[in-house]
């Protein structure tokens, strides 16, 4: 029995290293950082119908991958292949489309939780993801960037249907409410489409019968080379809407059409360049880091952003418009009606216009982007206003100063009243040049030039006149100042000497104050000395008569003069003087003192 467990131990610890033999060198594997192991089992029960992933006791792709670390794997149970784990870097997203889960009604795309198939409305943003490629794919892409002087136009692509006219509420299919302030946001782009809009003044310039171009301002750069990218990419998304909606529209031409339009007036030509120059060197600046790095790094002269060529005349060079600067749009129209006189004038005009944040939604919902807005209400308007109140001047009036700024600012109120109901801020509707024919134009030239030149000669006249009363003036004045200054210095002569006049009567006065104080003062003097002595005296008189009245009082007691010599004589003595009766007995003296001591006061023997 005791052989038994023995050889039964012995078995059962070689089937354990046998055991963990097989473990560690066949069944064991790694997984190192940033990868991941996809596992699939050879064994189990089969999936079912349209099935990709296996759960536990199935056969097929395992759901969940391995993480980074140390693993261990029957290798006759299952199989694995290392992958790379799902990056998301900064300023990127992660689209995730579901390859499994519960089937989407037909025509749906987009997942409504990550239990179903489609596109999960949730992106992934920056940071690292283990998401089994068999069972669901991502596609990274820019995140959306709104650059500064720009919002974006939220526009939701799922949903009910919103009302007409009204903005899509959450769940609604339509444009919403609230708009993307500049800034960078992680939004999945088949659940939601941004479209960008500028956030601020831009212009409208009608060159003659050159057409019209639109020019918007700059996307101001950032510090952040990354940041730059994602700005010029959207940017850059935004041109090519912009040019998809030329092509699709008659009024619009494409920016090769805006160059070859461009070149067949040479007048218009080199305005609309002075118009694209004054444009980008009023729009906004980008920041000093900006621009050291675009200046600075190779990547930038890759990158260049679009532009539009303004061609100018021979004598000059053409001029490059960059599209992320001024995005231009050409259209071909332009503004031009009959005068009350029956002449046809041609204007070149440039309106400042604003869209609002607040309102910015709301135009893009009513009219589309800003191509749309120019040639749908901008420029309708502007046809329109200028025809209805130029029919009412004169071709003259278009020439003369007061006429045409009558005409401007007329134009202008109507303009802001009109647009602003449209929700369009308009700042300025200016008349830069005014084309009238030249059978009006030379004699009205003429006639003004003549009538300037009289005026300018009557200027000259008031002027010289006006000269000559000047010099009188300046001579009168000069002649005043004089005496002014000559009655000054008289007046600060004289105040000077009532000054020192009064100043020498007040220290008289003074000093004779205080002579007269001082002659008191020693007449009081000597009368205080005076009485003192007086009293001094009677006081000592006083005195001596009550001690001689004492004296003799002190006489008339005694009757005799001796008896007072006795008692002078006594007050005399020494208060310490000690007087001792000695009584004498029988003998002499002189044998009764031997025997006697003299007694001496302590006060004595001190």
């Known amino acids: 029995m005791k052989r038994c467990l023995v050889v039964g131990g012995l078995a059962c610890c070689t089937l354990a290293v046998l055991w963990g033999l097989w473990m560690w060198w066949f069944c064991r594997f790694k ?44 290798p006759i149970d299952y199989e694995w292949r290392l992958v790379p784990v799902q990056t998301i870097p900064v300023g990127k997203v992660g689209v995730v489309t579901s390859k499994v889960g519960r089937e989407l009604p037909p025509g749906a795309i987009i997942a409504p939780d990550q239990a179903s198939k489609g596109v999960w409305r949730q992106v992934l943003g920056p940071g690292t993801y283990r998401l089994n490629p068999e069972g669901w794919h991502v596609e990274v ?49 088949k659940v939601f489409q941004v479209d960008l809009m500028e956030a601020g003044i831009n212009q409208v310039s009608i060159i003659g019968r050159t057409g019209t171009m639109v020019l918007t301002r700059n996307a101001v750069g950032t510090a952040s080379k990354a940041l730059d990218e994602l700005r010029e990419s959207v940017l850059e998304q935004q041109q090519k809407r912009r040019e998809a909606y030329v092509n699709d529209n008659a009024n619009l031409m494409t920016q090769e059409a805006v160059a070859s339009s461009f070149g067949s007036a040479s007048g218009a030509r080199d305005r609309l360049a002075a118009t694209a120059e004054t444009s980008r060197a009023n729009a906004s600046r980008k920041t000093a880091k900006a621009k050291r ?18 061609p100018r005349s021979a004598a000059a060079p053409s001029v490059d418009v960059p599209l992320s600067d001024a995005v231009a749009f050409g259209m071909n129209q332009f503004v031009q009606f009959p005068s009350i006189d029956g002449f046809q004038i041609l204007l070149d005009m440039t309106v400042e216009f604003e869209l609002l944040p607040e309102n910015i939604a709301r135009v893009y919902m009513l009219y589309g982007d800003l191509p749309a807005v120019v040639e749908k209400i901008i420029l309708p308007q502007i046809l329109s206003i200028s025809r209805m109140k130029g029919s009412y001047y004169k071709a003259r009036d278009f020439i003369d100063g007061e006429g045409r700024l009558k005409f401007q600012n007329e134009m202008t109120a109507e303009l ?84 020192n006049r009064l100043v020498a009567q007040l220290e008289a006065e003074a000093k004779l104050a205080v002579a007269a104080l001082d002659l008191e003062r020693a007449r009081i003097q000597a009368k205080t000395t005076q009485t003192l002595g007086e009293a001094q005296v009677r006081a000592d008189f006083l005195v001596s008569r009550e001690e001689a009245l004492g004296i003799r009082r002190r006489a008339e007691v005694f009757r005799s003069s001796s008896t007072l010599a006795d008692l002078t004589f006594v007050e005399k003595l020494n208060p310490n003087l000690s007087i001792r009766l000695i009584h ?23």
């Open 31 to 74: 997984v190192p950082a940033g990868m991941m192991a996809v596992v699939t089992a050879k064994t189990g029960a089969p999936l079912p119908p349209g099935a990709i992933l296996a759960g536990p006791g199935q056969k097929g792709v395992r759901c969940e991958p391995l993480a980074e670390g140390r693993h261990f794997l029957n």
């Open 141 to 189: 892409i820019d995140a959306m960037n709104i650059p500064v002087g720009y919002v974006g136009i939220v526009t939701s692509q799922t949903g009910a249907p919103a009302k007409p006219g009204a903005f899509a509420k959450p769940g609604e299919k339509g444009v919403m409410a609230d708009v993307l302030q500049p800034g960078l946001y992680y939004i999945n782009p």
């Open 293 to 310: 790095y675009s200046e600075s790094s190779p990547e930038a002269d890759e990158k260049r952003p679009l532009a539009v060529r303004l």
């Open 584 to 606: 004498a007995g029988e003998g002499t003296l002189w044998t009764d003192l031997k025997g006697a001591a003299l007694s001496i006061p302590a006060a004595s023997a001190r």
């Open 416 to 499: 802001v009243k009109t647009l602003g109901e449209r929700h369009i801020l308009v700042h300025n509707a200016i008349i830069r040049h005014v084309e009238v024919p030249n059978e009006i134009l030379s004699p009205i030239q003429a006639a003004s030039e003549a009538k300037e030149q009289d005026l300018t000669n009557r200027e000259r006249q008031n002027t010289a006149r006006k000269q000559a009363e000047l010099n009188t003036r300046l001579a009168k004045v000069d002649q005043l100042r004089r005496e002014v200054e000559q009655e000054t210095d008289k007046k600060v002569a004289t105040i000077a000497a009532d000054t």
